[in-house]
């Protein structure tokens, strides 16, 4: 089946840690896209990427960085520089970068910061 | 700035009825393109509908049918007969034009609960 994976489920970390968030898709998307949502918001954008080794900051980026490597990967790292990274992160994915395009979900991580 | 205000936290309604979720939005964009998203408890978002600016015929998909009103900014969302599945929250999305592609700016979602 094809579809996007995130992992893993859960995630704690210590503060002062650098702490890594997979996404995986098999869709064949060249777009993919990070967000973080907080409780009883919206989601927000922290970054994206529309082609292989290419990728921009969204609203949101700075204490995050992104690696894109590869169509169908692409991590997250949540810095010790991240203030507040306690949160609920989702990555999507397009099978492009225009206006109409759809993007599919992942089924998220939740961060939590001891 | 782009952004999307849904005014209604939280909604109810009695299974097999119709409910409207509520959506404003601002942009100074000519073309863009607006989405419902639905999280149900799993958490994973899921389109439900979408619409194009430059259409002036309201999108529909089943049950689930938009009310756009270009001129108010107005983005609302009808289910109609509804159903124990359509639980969850829902989120009313912006893709504005400017910036060139998919860059959504989401809203901060309204819950609705439906009532056997």
């Known amino acids: 089946d094809g579809g996007i994976t995130q992992s893993p489920k859960y995630l704690f970390r210590k503060e002062g840690q650098n702490v890594t968030l997979s996404c995986e898709q098999n869709?064949?998307?060249?777009?993919m896209y990070w967000y973080r949502q907080d409780p009883g918001q919206g989601l927000r954008l922290i970054y994206y990427?529309?082609?292989?080794?290419?990728?921009q900051k969204g609203d949101i980026a700075e204490g995050y960085s992104v690696s894109r490597e590869k169509k169908e990967s692409f991590p997250l790292t949540v810095t010790s520089a991240q203030k507040n990274p306690t949160a609920f992160y989702l990555c999507?994915?397009?099978?492009?970068?225009?206006?109409?395009?759809?993007?599919?979900f992942g089924p998220g991580t939740r961060l939590t910061v001891l | 700035a782009q952004t999307v205000t849904q005014s209604q936290p939280e909604m109810s309604v009695q299974e097999a009825e119709t409910v409207t979720l509520s959506c404003t939005y601002d942009?100074?964009?000519?073309?863009?393109?607006l989405f419902w998203y639905k999280q149900p408890p799993s958490r994973q978002m899921i389109l439900v509908i979408r619409?194009?600016?430059?259409?002036?015929q309201n999108a529909t998909e089943n049950r689930f049918s938009v009310n756009f009103q270009k001129a108010a900014k107005s983005f609302s969302l009808k289910i109609s007969d509804s159903q124990l599945g359509d639980a969850a929250m829902y989120f009313c999305?912006?893709?504005?034009?400017?910036?060139?592609?998919?860059?959504?700016?989401f809203g901060q979602g309204t819950r609705l609960t439906i009532n056997p």
């Open positions: 999507a994915s397009s099978i492009g970068f225009l206006l109409y395009n759809e993007q599919f």
């Open positions: 869709l064949n998307h060249d777009a």
């Open positions: 990427s529309q082609i292989v080794n290419d990728f």
């Open positions: 942009t100074s964009e000519s073309d863009y393109y």
């Open positions: 619409q194009e600016a430059y259409k002036q």
């Open positions: 999305a912006l893709a504005p034009g400017d910036q060139g592609a998919q860059k959504l700016v």
